[in-house]
Structures are given as C-alpha cells and as structure tokens.
C-alpha cells in the first residue's frame, strides 16, 4: 500500500523535532485474520535537510555551570556529575525522584555574564525514559528579595519528547522585572529549579545554563 504525504507534514519530517512518532492504526473485525506489518518507509525523491539543529550558543558563569556541588542544594539527594557534561570537568546529577527542588547559594548579580531575558540551560535526559508521555516537567524560580521579587516563576517546560541519552537545551524567557532584577547591584539572589519525575526514567542532570545574546 502507498499513501501520499503532503507539503506540510513533508516540510515537518524535514525539520528536527525530537519525539516525532509515526502510528499505524488498523480497523478489522474480531472474526479476521491478523494484519502484519512490515517494510514500511518513505518513497520518492530524495530531500536532505538543509541544515542541522545548532541550539543558540550560552554564555555561562561559574556558579551556572554547576561545577561546585556545594553552590547547590536539593530536597533530595544531588551529586557531582563527571561522565555526562557539556564543558567543564562536573555536572549536577539530580534524582530520581518523583518531586525535588534545587537551589542555588544566595549569589551576586555580579557574578552573571551577558544577562538577557533569554535564559537557557542544559538537561541530560536518560537513555531509558520509559512512558514518553510522562518524563517530567521543570519549573523553574528567581528569588531577589532584597528587590522584591520572591519565588517569581520564569517558566515550565516539559521533560518528554526531547533526545534521550544526551544533553537538551531548553529555553526560558524572564520577564522584564526578572531581567532587571539579574542587572542591579544585588547580594542575595537564588534560581530554583523544581523538577517533577517518573521515577522509573532514572536521574537527570543539569549543566551549563545561562543566558542566550540576541533576539531568537
């Protein structure tokens, strides 16, 4: 049997989305014979993708490079991390566990390079994540209480769907109060990254955040 594909899903195959799926449902009465299938492939002429997905490149600091387990601390147990980073010699090994909140030391807004409202960070998700529909979720906090801002949400992103086994790129837009508060004179700021999880996908780790330049 062949099918045809149209322009729209040929330009989304073309594309880099992780997670893609293709499903195959059958309809056939209870009374016949089983469907097999088998050989199933794309036809026709031949498109390469015009470029590979290169994620914006982020300018890190120490602290957000998580190479001090000691700048941080979780609910639960967290680690240093040396087989699975982005750059540096360690990364943050969090769980597993189904719920855990990390924090970062109070810190000076001194020690961040390059702030703009586009933050970015690295997560590792394991090779075996079990039920793609339920990975996870992050959320992820700013406090500066000495300017007013307590527990402020920068955002949520969802943990399914990504490329297992290796390193994921997510990106979070501050607001334009968060933005400022990150480029005033302040001693006593913290992120806080809550991570909900099915256990049975294993731990993930977190490594080189910090702040994308440019408009995307």
Request: include cysteine.
């Amino acid at each position: 049997m062949e099918f045809p594909i149209d322009a729209a899903t040929e330009q989304l195959l073309l594309g880099n989305y992780p997670g893609v799926r293709l499903r195959i449902t059958s309809n056939i009465g209870l009374c016949g014979q089983d469907v097999l299938f088998g050989a199933v492939r794309l036809g026709g002429d031949l498109t390469c993708q015009s470029y590979p997905s290169i994620p914006p490149a982020i300018l890190s600091s120490s602290l957000l490079r998580f190479e001090n387990v000691g700048d941080w601390s979780g609910t639960a147990a967290i680690s240093a991390e040396v087989n699975h980073v982005v750059e540096g010699s360690a990364a943050l090994d969090v769980g597993p566990v189904p719920w855990i909140r990390v924090s970062s030391r109070p810190f000076s807004t001194s020690e961040l390079q390059g702030v703009t409202s586009r933050f970015a960070l690295k997560i590792f998700i394991p090779s075996e994540a079990g039920n793609q529909n339920w990975v996870g979720g992050m959320n992820t906090f700013l406090d500066c209480p000495d300017l007013g801002l307590y527990s402020s949400p920068i955002g949520y992103h969802a943990l399914q769907y990504l490329e297992n086994g290796e390193f994921n790129q997510i990106e979070l837009t501050l607001t334009s109060l968060q933005e400022a508060a990150l480029t005033s004179p302040s001693e006593t700021c913290q992120l806080h990254f809550e991570i909900t999880s099915n256990p049975v996908v294993g731990g993930f780790v977190l490594d080189s955040a910090g702040f994308i330049q440019g408009t995307p």
